[in-house]
C-alpha cells in the first residue's frame, strides 16, 4: 500500500484545486491520515463505477464493524470522510479500490 500525504486547504485563503493534486490509486491500496476535517478526494476517470472500501479496524462488544464500501460512478468524484474509526494501528486508514485504473485520489484537510 501507498502512504498519501495530506493536503491542507486552508479556509481562510480559500480554495485548493484538490483535483490537480490528486495522484494515481495504487493497485493494492492506499493509506492516508485519519482524523476530524480530513476527507479522500476521488476521481474516477474510468469507463466504469469503482468501489472504494475503507478498513474499519474496530469492533464493538466484541463484534467486527463492517468496513463501508463507496462507489463513484464513471466519470464523477467523491469526497469521502476519513474519520477516527477507520485508524489502523499505524494511525491511518487502509483504502482498496475493486479497479484502480484512470483513478486518481488525495486525502485533505480543512485548516484555518
Same mark, same amino acid.
Given at each position: ?20 493534486? *490528486? ?22 476517470? *474510468? ?14 462488544? /466484541? ?19 476519513? *474519520? ?6 499505524? /494511525?491511518?486508514? *487502509? ?18
Amino acid at each position: 500500500m501507498a502512504d498519501l500525504s495530506l493536503t491542507t486547504v486552508s479556509v481562510a485563503a480559500g480554495t485548493l484545486d484538490v483535483a490537480a493534486a *490528486a495522484t494515481a490509486a495504487a493497485g493494492g491500496g492506499d493509506t492516508a491520515p485519519v482524523g476530524p476535517g480530513r476527507f479522500l478526494y476521488v476521481n474516477n476517470g *474510468a469507463g466504469s463505477s469503482v468501489t472504494v472500501t475503507i478498513a474499519t479496524p474496530g469492533t464493538v462488544s /466484541g463484534v467486527g464493524i463492517a468496513d463501508p464500501t463507496y462507489v463513484v460512478a464513471a466519470g464523477k468524484h467523491a469526497i469521502i470522510p476519513l *474519520a477516527n474509526i477507520f485508524r489502523g494501528a499505524n /494511525g491511518r486508514a *487502509a483504502i482498496t479500490y475493486s479497479s484502480a485504473t484512470s483513478v486518481t485520489v488525495r486525502p485533505f484537510e480543512l485548516g484555518v
